[in-house]
């Protein structure tokens, strides 16, 4: 892992009318670390995620993406989201194509690139996800651990410098999450620069290079996991590992 920083988040503000969700946040996210945010309900982890991409954007402070301060639009923001990556907690595949075709589309409509080179592309992504017997296959046909499984590999698909996962298992059925977990490990071992939010502590465990937790819109503490999950030194972090670890 380098040192350069390939996101920058400084002095973040954000608001929802009288809500501040995001408060004087600052963060840098190394090139190939994988982050992970997590945090009660209603502490700001998903703003903080989809202002990454400016899916969100801020009222203050600034956010920078390999060096480059987040375009506001137009054609830079279209380029920037296409060196993001992002998998959300719904799989908005497109119903009416296939999984072959969900994957393609991003790099032959938004990247203009050849067809036959997208489809080896996204072929072997489809193996890598472990869903490659089901390109011909429309969303409806998968199961939902399969279905967020295509939308990964539809990410992957653009060649991303970082991926962006806000809560991509929440709404999966308990037996799925493991499928979907099980590729996310394997893009962090491979040296994919992620920033995850999830529930899931095992995976912040097991996958993650440093842990954020947040509280009422903002960035608490941070620390590797084992020191996390050991020894977190604020109350908030020790109240909500005490309510989660225990059940």
Request: proline residues 5%; glycine residues 6%.
């Amino acid at each position: 892992m380098t040192d350069e920083a390939l996101i920058v988040l400084e002095n973040v503000n954000k608001w929802f009318g009288p809500l501040h969700v995001l408060q004087d946040v600052d963060l840098s996210v190394a090139r190939g670390e994988v982050v992970v945010v997590i945090g009660p309900s209603g502490s700001g982890k998903s703003t903080l995620c989809r202002a990454i991409n400016r899916l969100e954007p801020i009222d203050s402070g600034t956010i920078t993406f390999d060096g480059r301060p987040l375009p506001a639009e137009g054609r830079a923001l279209a380029r920037l989201r296409s060196e993001v990556g992002m998998v959300f907690q719904s799989f908005n595949l497109f119903a009416h194509k296939t999984t072959l075709q969900n994957v393609m589309l991003g790099p032959v409509k938004v990247r203009r690139e050849q067809t036959a080179v997208v489809r080896d592309r996204a072929m072997a992504l489809l193996e890598r996800v472990g869903i490659a017997n089901q390109a011909e296959k429309y969303p409806a046909q998968l199961s939902g651990g399969q279905q967020q499984r295509v939308a990964i590999a539809r990410a992957l698909a653009m060649q991303p410098k970082a991926l962006l996962f806000d809560e991509p298992t929440s709404a999966l059925d308990p037996e799925m999450v493991g499928e979907v977990l099980d590729v996310m490990t394997s893009l962090a071992r491979e040296g994919m620069t992620m920033v995850v939010v999830t529930h899931e502590m095992g995976f912040a465990r097991h996958a993650a290079d440093r842990v954020v937790f947040m509280a009422d819109g903002q960035l608490v503490e941070q620390a590797a996991p084992e020191e996390f999950f050991a020894n977190p030194r604020s109350d908030r972090a020790k109240d909500f590992l005490s309510k989660i670890l225990t059940h």
